[in-house]
């Protein structure tokens, strides 16, 4: 029997007597008992008629059952489909009927609302709670840890990862075996992820950040992680002693910043933190640095593609880019149009094809072939630039560039200067409709703890730094931007926000 995530992440388990999972406490889960949780999940989920292939939907909490839930998917040949615990019982409905998914589990304290979902979908529903208990650890207790793991092959689907549908109906990206896979082995050998490292876990499962770069790579260097139900400072801080590595989203940063018991001493003995999700500031990255003596390691992603790009493990980290492609990942720049490369050094649509590309939307060929190339390149949407070492900076999303009065404007050129002006804390810079302009430039500034934000200074800091087209129309002055829950700001959310100001 050979199927290639579970021979590389979980039988290896079975033969671990150490511990694999520290809970928030400092309590250890063994390998041994992880992997006996999930061949008897593996055998519940067969025991309810799964099989391989078909699709389960998940939405609960995080714990260590939750992960054995999934390691109990790979070793079924079941097509693992996470959902974010914020999503409404209306918007699980989409996903569990576009998957047309076999089973349904959720938290106990949802039944009422996400059984009849499952129901009108032809799926079995089951619970399981943040404690690990529910109908489906039931089913796991009577079946037992006896199961015969699946054969699968590298191109057989393990995922389905649903995007965040910010711009219309979520799609949902088939990630099979071989993307995963290769994907952990390249970013265990980059990141020189060891026996020896202990992660502190504090991400999502439900996201290709916690799940898949985070636990993958922990698993197929055969580390450990301390499994931290969410990101809440003190506990983080009280485990960080206990680590050698963290993988965070930029506000896990900004946080730890605000605490003067993060310094130097707390983490002098750590090796490594990266930083995705969402861009870090330049200015978040050098804090970072003179607090703690070490440089946060960005690199770039999605959900298509799990990890595209990484700054150097060994080398220069630059602030402001994600740093060069992958090994095995090829990258390029091309106009948006028409989809001719771009010479070095112009910005255009970021592409990228390798190992690490998914197999194509679920059930939409036409959104396929849209974003999918014959030649196995796919179109990000993301814009992007390469400096002449090859290093990636992103300069923002196709769908948030602004055309005024004919002109193509990127926010993020905009956004860098206005995070230098005084008292700025962060910013975003957004299109509106405009009766004259077609859009108009809109600055939105969250200003700093006490601190008051020069309209004037500002203003002036615009006309020496931009041209004319580019400087906003508007500066609005809000206390947060609004966030996604891996940390992203939601621009679409600013546009509905904003839309009528020059009505």
Do not use: C
């Amino acid at each position: 029997m050979t199927s290639p995530l579970y021979d590389a992440l979980v039988a290896p388990l079975a033969r671990r007597t150490t511990p694999v999972l520290f809970d928030v406490e400092g309590r250890g889960l063994s390998g041994a008992e992880l992997h006996g949780k999930a061949m008897a999940l593996a055998a519940a989920l067969a025991g309810l008629g799964l099989k391989p292939g078909d699709r389960m939907a998940v939405q609960i909490d995080k714990s260590p059952r939750a992960l054995a839930l999934y390691l109990a998917a790979l070793s079924a040949g079941v097509v693992f489909l996470p959902l974010n615990t914020a999503y409404t019982a209306g918007e699980v409905d989409y996903f569990v009927g576009n998957a047309e998914a076999a089973l349904l589990v959720g938290d106990p304290s949802r039944a009422e609302s996400l059984a009849p979902v499952a129901a009108r979908h032809g799926a079995r529903f089951e619970t399981l709670d943040a404690a690990g208990e529910g109908s489906l650890t039931e089913l796991a207790r009577l079946a037992g840890p006896s199961f015969t793991p699946v054969a699968r092959d590298a191109e057989d689907l393990a995922a389905i990862l649903y995007t965040s549908g910010t711009t219309g109906r979520s799609k949902g990206a088939m990630l099979s075996q071989s993307n995963l896979l290769s994907n952990a082995e390249v970013l265990v050998q980059e990141w020189r992820f060891t026996e020896k490292d202990v992660l502190l876990h504090a991400l999502p499962i439900f996201h290709t950040h916690g799940l898949f770069v985070a636990i993958n790579v922990v698993l197929r260097s055969g580390g450990s992680m301390i499994f931290l139900p969410g990101f809440k400072v003190d506990q983080v801080i009280a485990a960080l002693p206990r680590a050698t590595s963290m993988m965070g989203v930029p506000t896990f940063y900004t946080r730890l910043l605000d605490d003067p018991r993060f310094d130097r001493d707390l983490v002098a003995h750590m090796r490594l933190f990266t930083s995705g999700s969402a861009p870090l500031l330049a200015e978040t990255h050098v804090q970072f640095e003179e607090r703690t003596g070490h440089r946060i390691l960005e690199r770039y992603g999605m959900t298509e593609t799990n990890m595209s790009t990484s700054n150097p493990y060994d080398g220069a980290r630059k602030p402001g880019t994600v740093g060069r492609p992958l090994p095995g990942v090829e990258l390029k720049i091309t106009d948006p149009v028409t989809g001719e490369d771009l010479p070095q050094g112009e910005p255009g649509m970021i592409e990228v094809r390798g190992p690490n590309v998914f197999k194509g939307y679920w059930q939409m060929p036409e959104k396929t072939r849209e974003e999918l190339r014959e030649d196995g390149f796919f179109i990000t949407g993301d814009i992007g630039v390469i400096d002449p070492n090859g290093y990636v900076s992103i300069v923002g999303r196709q769908k948030d560039l602004i055309i005024t009065g004919g002109y193509n404007v990127y926010p993020k050129e905009i956004e860098l200067v206005l995070d230098e002006q005084p008292g700025v804390l962060e910013s975003a810079v957004i299109g509106v409709p405009h009766p004259d302009f077609g859009e108009a430039v809109v600055g939105v500034i969250v200003p700093r703890p006490g601190a008051e934000v020069d309209g004037a200074a500002l203003e002036a800091a615009m006309a020496q730094s931009l041209a004319r087209f580019k400087q906003p129309k508007h500066i609005a002055i809000v206390p947060e931007l609004p966030r996604n829950t891996m940390g992203k700001v939601q621009k679409n959310l600013l546009r509905q926000d904003f839309a009528s100001l020059f009505a």
